[in-house]
């Protein structure tokens, strides 16, 4: 049995760091046992981050004959708030879980795993975090958003090849007009995919990386339309874009855009922030298609 480095859920304060830390006990020397502890004292974890160490627990789990996890402080706020956010059960830790289903705030969707048969299901309810606002949210982010997520979330579902399927978890900050969202999964990531197809072999990582934000850029399979809708939507709202995937990260600010090495992501980890009081222009996000309205109407009417 071999012991990892102990999680502190309260030190992971940003998606850049939870990804390297990730990272230093993801890719320790294969043992058939491994024990892993995670410590939940203090006020304040952040969703986006809880929602990694979620999928990289789940990644762990596929890996290893046996995960035995140590849940120590669990008399935290934090504590209360991870089992808010179902965090707890994807440990499946010895501790006593209790079943009992929260009444989760309106702003949040826990964690939740998803796959080809509830994909559309997960879209929606990331669309529904501000869709019905009393300070209502200008319509064209709304279905902007929700075209996005559906191309994002199937992007997991076609090409990652995950065993353990998706991971998605979001929250809406109010007070600061800001919708914070994960999509992630422990796939065979960007670079292998895309080079799958013979136009794009030659690709390194970060050339991989940068490309597949491009217009028609695929593996094969899809029109290569969701990251470049993204992008450019993200562009349009001076939001922010991260994709961890390999060893790379793609960054966008607005309208900046890089490309970086960082510590190795097994799969794809995409966080975005959208604002939710600037407005879209969905002729510059979209090139003038429209199709995606009919979309939102068929499902949101």
Known sequence: MQNLPTIKLSELTSIYSTVSLINKFIHYPIKERITITIDFKGEFVNPICLG???????????????????????????????KRMDFINYCESNY???????????????????????????????VNLIK??????????????????????????????SKT?????????????????????????????LTSNDKYAALSESQALFESFKKGVTSGDGMGMGLFYTSRFMESNKGILELYSSNH????????????PHSNWQGVALYLKVNTEIEVNPEFVTEGYTGYKATFDFFFD
């Open 52 to 82: 990694l160490v979620a999928s990289a627990l789940q990644l762990l789990k596929s890996n290893y004959k046996e995960v035995l996890i140590n849940l120590v402080n669990t008399d935290s706020i934090i504590f209360g708030y991870a």
């Open 96 to 126: 006593f879980i209790n079943t009992t289903k929260f009444t989760l705030s309106n702003n949040l969707i826990e964690i939740t795993s998803f796959n080809e048969t509830n994909d559309n299901n997960v879209a929606e309810r990331i």
């Open 132 to 161: 019905n606002r009393s300070r209502g949210v200008n319509q064209d982010i709304i279905e902007l958003l929700h075209f996005c997520m559906g191309e994002i979330i199937s992007n997991v579902t076609t090409h990652s090849k």
């Open 165 to 193: 399927g998706g991971l998605a978890v979001a929250q809406f900050y109010p007070k600061n007009n800001e919708l914070k969202i994960l999509v992630c999964d422990n796939g065979i990531g960007i670079h292998e995919s």
């Open 249 to 260: 990260r793609y960054y966008q600010r607005g309208s900046y855009k890089g490309v970086y």
